[in-house]
């Protein structure tokens, strides 16, 4: 028993601890507690901060580009709605410029077709005064070959004979006048 009693004696209880353990592990916690608040916290620290940074610098840069877009878009809205209006204006010039263009072209084709029709009636005047001078000189020396046949006598002098026709041609002309007026 004595043997058992020594065993007992130096059993150790499980519910209570050793105290060399309870004074090793108090001790190693607070050397542990020491290096991670000089050590290790700071680097949380700094890190956490920079994340801090990090992410309130995007927000920044996002908002201000979400800024800059926006502000682009407006632009380009403004610079959309001027084209528009200045494509507007342009059509309108244009078409007022076609008009015009349009009318010119009417004007001229129409001076051009008068000049046309003035120039050909300037020629039929010409032919005609040319085709009633030949026939005058053609009728005057049927006229003046007739008229020295059935006179006999020579017509053949160029003064007499234009005097003759030109008395022929008057005749005829007032007769055909006449004619004309009693119809």
Do not use: C, W
């Not at 209880?13 to 309870?22: R, Y």
């Not at 620290?45 to 800059?68: P, S």
């Not at 877009?69 to 204006?89: D, P, V």
């Amino acid at each position: 028993m004595n043997t058992e009693l020594i065993l007992a004696e130096e059993a150790v209880n499980p519910i209570q601890p050793h105290v060399p353990e309870l004074i090793l592990g108090f001790i190693s916690f607070l050397i542990l507690l020491f290096l991670l608040k000089k050590f290790v916290v700071p680097r949380f620290e700094t890190m956490y901060a920079e994340r801090t940074a990090k992410i309130e610098g995007g927000i920044e840069k996002a908002e201000q580009a979400q800024a800059k877009a926006e502000a682009a878009l407006e632009k380009y809205n403004a610079q959309l709605a001027e084209a528009r209006t200045e494509a507007a204006k342009i059509r309108d010039d244009a078409r007022q410029e076609a008009e015009q263009i349009k009318v010119e072209l009417r004007a001229e084709a129409q001076a051009e077709s008068e000049r046309i029709v003035a120039q050909g009636h300037a020629q039929l005047q010409a032919q005609k005064q040319q085709i009633v001078a030949e026939l005058r000189a053609e009728l005057g020396r049927n006229a003046v070959e007739l008229a020295s046949r059935i006179v006999g006598e020579s017509l053949e002098d160029e003064v007499r004979r234009r005097g003759t026709v030109d008395r022929f041609l008057a005749e005829l002309e007032t007769s055909a006048a006449a004619t004309g007026a009693g119809k």
